[in-house]
């Protein structure tokens, strides 16, 4: 774990709320992404070699703007969706957290998700999964006015929160999370055991490295 302390010089009472991102973060869910994609490029492009590695240097941020940038149809975006859905069965849980994210509720700190699906399909694939319970509020990137890596789905769940920017940090693994905390005032905490690869994430500058789940514990103490 590698740590800049200076952060949390304005928050003497510790962190009070945690915002963090869903997929690669709390789920695995980079190969149903992958086979979803190539499936709804199939249906809707035709024939051809489908990019999904171009797909998934886009990690954290949302479809249409992916699609967008991608220059592919926005028509993509209805069979990846339903593809995603009926592959739901294979995304499962990065291991340790139920655990961890029940340990900070029984510390007082607030959780919230902030990612890049919409936010019915967070909140359903997070009910499917039995984590619903654990969060306080989700947050899609539907659901405010500009999606990662601008910072307004980090303020919207810091709102939904009653938590000040000095007090939180939040969770990523892709350069837009971290985008999106510093341009929200958070700590900008990279997650290695997500999507991106290390040095592509630390060339993002993030404010904590963290290389396990588990390490976000030592930094989110029981309030005070």
Not at 91 to 119: F, K, N, Y
């Amino acid at each position: 774990m590698t740590v800049d302390a200076t952060p949390w010089a304005a928050a003497p009472g510790g962190v009070r709320a945690v915002v963090l991102d869903l997929d690669g973060v709390l789920v695995d869910s980079l190969a149903v992404a992958r086979e979803a994609f190539a499936l709804a490029y199939a249906e809707v492009v035709g024939d051809g070699v489908a990019p999904v590695e171009e797909y998934c240097r886009h990690p954290g941020r949302y479809l249409p703007e992916v699609l967008e940038l991608m220059g592919l149809p926005a028509a993509l975006a209805g069979p990846f969706v339903r593809e995603s859905n009926r592959l739901a069965h294979r995304v499962t849980p990065v291991d340790g957290v139920p655990e961890l994210l029940g340990t900070l509720r029984r510390r007082g700190i607030g959780l919230a998700v902030a990612t890049g699906r919409s936010g019915v399909r967070a909140r359903d694939l997070l009910g499917r999964l039995d984590l619903l319970p654990f969060v306080d509020h989700v947050v899609g990137s539907d659901e405010v006015p500009r999606p990662k890596p601008a910072p307004d789905i980090v303020w919207r769940a810091l709102r939904l929160l009653g938590a000040r920017p000095g007090e939180a940090l939040m969770v990523g693994d892709a350069p837009s999370d971290l985008a999106s905390a510093r341009a929200a005032g958070v700590v900008a905490v990279a997650a290695l055991w997500g999507e991106s690869d290390e040095e592509t994430l630390r060339a993002a500058g993030p404010d904590v490295v963290l290389t396990r789940l588990d390490e976000l514990l030592p930094i989110c103490p029981a309030r005070r």
